[in-house]
């Protein structure tokens, strides 16, 4: 059979697979082993296994996934999310929708320094959903505004899907992470936006304010806000002027999130145990995924289809413009049928060639398809957020889903304007000290 022959069925078959329910990133590997053990025989797949596994298992930027995911647990487990919604809540719970736009402030703080959308969406699910129905707020907009404002941890820095995504295609994490900023800034001001125009949905101004807090509750809450506030100043900023790498960065945050836990007695060493379990079990689902996508996406090189994929696809008689919206419904097709992670390993070997051959730069494809990915993480049938939140707050899916609608077009119109002005994404990278 020739490789090119073997590389499509090879690629069939693993999607089928996927959409059947089976593990992404096992079906991955053993795609990727069952091709070079068909293409070259079984020695050289154990081979090429082998070396995947200890490349990226010795990777030093790889360290960065654990620390980060560590970083977000300990935030989660010491319920520091608390002084964050607090804080919001005294800044901008006055404006019309308030408390769902503190909401927002809320978890795009605590995205920033966790990168996880799940811890996101399941401790502000339990925060703030509760808060939010008492004073009003139809139960469709509050847990739409907590689903959907929860993905934003995976935009701004620092974000675990961006580190892969950089870890992957060889680019620079740093430059990834400032790439994040603007665009979660602007993805967060769309979402406000959309919660204070969903008037039917709440009550007057008023009413949307929470109860008022004693003095001394509210000081060391807003000590507690403003040291996790530093703290991504200090994580991001450091990047930034090139104080140290984002391996290094995530090794800051985890010490400085024990230390902000300890000084605000907050620390107690069951969380840090659960946090430690979480942390081992998140990062080695992550770890599975990515070698087994790096063993079949190297597999998919031998037989030349990802070349000859990328030769009709510039071939075609159409607009860059066309090719990339294209690409939106294909990944809003996938983020139908399988996790986030899932979909941007096994898009990449195609999708990373075809962006670059329009003139994309990596960078803003990095960005673009982590807007992607969070629209597909509050979208039907999986819709990973909206699971949790269910779980979380007890309301069914169905009425998250709907609540989640007007969100999900705001997104669209991010992803509009970063294909219109790559800018909004690349400007900041472009400044930064490398």
Do not use: C
């Amino acid at each position: 059979m020739e490789p090119l022959t073997l590389g499509a069925l090879v690629m069939v078959g693993m999607l089928v697979l996927v959409i059947a329910g089976l593990p992404v990133g096992l079906t991955l590997m053993g795609a990727g082993a069952l091709g070079y053990t068909l293409l070259s025989g079984p020695t050289q797949a154990l081979t090429q296994v082998g070396l995947v596994l200890w490349d990226n298992g010795t990777n030093f930027v790889l360290v960065a996934v654990p620390l980060f995911i560590l970083m977000g647990q300990l935030i989660f487990r010491t319920g520091l999310a608390d002084h964050l919604f607090t804080l919001a809540q005294r800044l901008v719970g006055g404006l019309p929708g308030g408390l769902g736009v503190s909401t927002v402030m809320a978890s795009s703080a605590f995205g920033a320094v966790t990168g996880s959308s799940v811890a996101a969406v399941a401790t502000m699910g339990n925060i703030a959903v509760p808060e939010m129905v008492k004073r009003g707020y139809s139960e469709s907009l509050a847990t739409g505004t907590v689903a959907s404002a929860a993905t934003l941890a995976i935009l701004i820095p620092p974000s675990i899907p961006l580190v892969i995504y950089g870890v992957w295609s060889e680019t620079s994490i740093g430059a990834l992470f400032m790439a994040g900023i603007v665009p979660g800034l602007l993805l967060a001001l769309f979402f406000a936006v959309t919660v204070m125009l969903q008037r039917r949905h709440y009550p007057a101004r008023g009413a949307t304010r929470a109860v008022a807090k004693p003095s001394s509750s509210l000081r060391d809450e807003l000590h507690g806000a403003l040291a996790v506030a530093l703290l991504f100043v200090v994580v991001i900023g450091g990047i930034y002027i090139g104080a140290f790498t984002p391996t290094e960065a995530s090794g800051v945050g985890v010490v400085g999130v024990v230390l902000i836990a300890v000084g605000t007695g907050r620390f107690q060493w069951q969380g840090l145990r659960l946090a430690l379990q979480e942390t081992v079990r998140t990062s080695a689902s992550i770890f599975l995924v990515l070698m087994g996508g790096v063993v079949f996406s190297r597999f998919l090189v031998q037989t030349r289809l990802t070349e000859h994929m990328v030769g009709w696809v510039s071939g075609l008689a159409v607009s860059p413009m066309m090719i990339m919206l294209a690409l939106v419904l294909l990944y809003l097709v996938l983020g139908a049928i399988m996790d986030t992670f899932g979909m941007l390993i096994l898009t990449l070997p195609l999708v990373l060639p075809i962006t670059k051959g329009l003139g994309y730069d990596p960078v803003w494809t990095g960005i673009f398809l982590t807007v992607l990915m969070e629209i597909a993480m509050i979208t039907p049938p999986i819709g990973l957020n909206v699971f949790v939140l269910e779980r979380a707050s007890g309301i069914p899916s169905q009425r998250i889903f709907g609540g989640v609608l007007p969100f999900v077009i705001a997104a669209l119109v991010l992803l509009v304007l970063l294909i219109w002005v790559p800018d909004i994404a690349l400007w900041l990278p472009q400044t930064m000290q490398r």
